[in-house]
């Protein structure tokens, strides 16, 4: 485990029954702990003496005695059981309600049949209570006590529910029977209806011809059918006539329709068109501006290129004529230097030859 994201995945574990783990460079962290109990769905072991209150509720501060008492974070999963009292108690009443179910699931072998007839308030009657003193879930939390555990009889529970599936399925079958006793009786069939006219002809089919009466109801039902079949055809008429009356509205509003959205789509055709011919011509303006600032860059470009090669030449040209000048200054000098000298040595020359000839020492 190198990160607690992977504690999350112990959640997985659906009979997760035990969890050792000991002290490493993760769970001496904060919280990790807290972290573990609530990423595990399934605990089963969880001792005061491996997790303490302080840890399981952050941000819980309480005294040194509520504190973990064995902190390697190692867990005895199958401590030996101890019966208390409490549990000797529970056991005993289990073990009267076992016997009150096998003494009422038998009623014809029983002596005293006033239990069997009323015997509702002693199976369900409420134990006793075993503590007058109740104590709420935080006290019992503070005070360190051991939650509390259920012992159960596997026979005992085994003939309760037994017991409590017979009766189920034996209220079924009463219920059944008092459905089928209610049941409703089969309706009747009704008799034929006997109309007037068929109460005359029987009466009087000895006596008197009805031939003629026949003829003439025979002719008032066929002027009768003839109107409503007339009536029936204006009403589809006027029906029809509704009708086509509608579907060409309707036709008149759906051509509507279509010519206003073509319209429309016309409209925003144009209008498109003279979008995009605005945003050409903007286009083009824009390279237009674009090619005169480039040619304009050119020029300055080509005229500042110009001017450097004219300064350079310039320059080339002075400072060829100032060397050429200095040269000749030079020349000048050394020139005027040595006349000088020439005409010094020569006067030198004229003073010797006019004075005589001097000692070795005066010549030096």
Not at 105 to 132: C, H, M, T, V
Not at 214 to 228: M, N, Q
Not at 345 to 350: G, L, M, N
């Amino acid at each position: 485990m190198v990160s607690k994201k992977n504690i999350t995945g112990l959640s997985g574990c659906p009979r997760l029954s035990a969890l050792t783990l000991y002290d490493t460079p993760l769970s001496l962290k904060v919280s990790y702990r807290h972290c573990v109990i609530n990423s595990i769905w399934t605990l089963k072991a969880l001792d005061n003496h491996v997790i303490s209150d302080e840890e399981i509720m952050e941000d819980w501060h309480l005294p040194s005695k509520f504190r973990a008492k064995a902190p390697q974070f190692c867990v005895n999963l199958y401590p030996q059981l101890k019966l208390t009292v409490w549990m000797c108690v529970a056991m005993e009443i289990v073990g009267e309600e076992v016997n009150l179910s096998q003494y009422t699931s038998i009623p014809s072998f029983s002596g005293n049949r006033q239990k069997i007839l009323d015997p509702g308030a002693q199976r369900w009657s409420a134990p006793p209570d075993l503590d007058a003193k109740a104590m709420d879930s935080e006290s019992f939390c503070l005070f360190g006590l051991k939650a509390t555990m259920h012992l159960s009889k596997p026979f005992a529970d085994m003939l309760m529910s037994r017991k409590a599936d017979g009766q189920d399925v034996r209220d079924a079958i009463g219920h059944l029977h008092k459905l089928k006793a209610h049941a409703p009786s089969l309706r009747q069939p009704r008799p034929p209806n006997i109309t007037a006219e068929k109460r005359l002809v029987d009466q009087r089919s000895n006596c008197l011809s009805l031939a003629p009466f026949w003829e003439i109801e025979r002719a008032y039902r066929a002027r009768e059918k003839a109107e409503d079949l007339r009536a029936r055809v204006e009403r589809v008429v006027q029906a029809q006539a509704l009708r086509a009356d509608a579907c060409s509205r309707h036709d008149a509003f759906g051509m509507s329709r279509r010519k206003e959205a073509l319209e429309q789509r016309e409209r925003e055709r144009v209008e498109a068109a003279e979008a995009m011919s605005l945003r050409r011509a903007q286009r083009e303006q824009e390279v237009q501006r674009v090619r005169q600032r480039h040619a304009r860059f050119l020029e300055e470009k080509r005229r500042k290129a110009s001017e450097r090669e004219t300064v350079e030449l310039f320059s080339r040209q002075h400072v060829s004529l100032a060397t050429a000048v200095a040269r000749h200054c030079t020349r000048q000098n050394l020139r005027h230097a040595l006349h000088e000298r020439r005409q010094r040595v020569a006067s030198i020359k004229q003073h010797t030859t006019a004075g005589g000839p001097d000692t070795p020492g005066q010549q030096q």
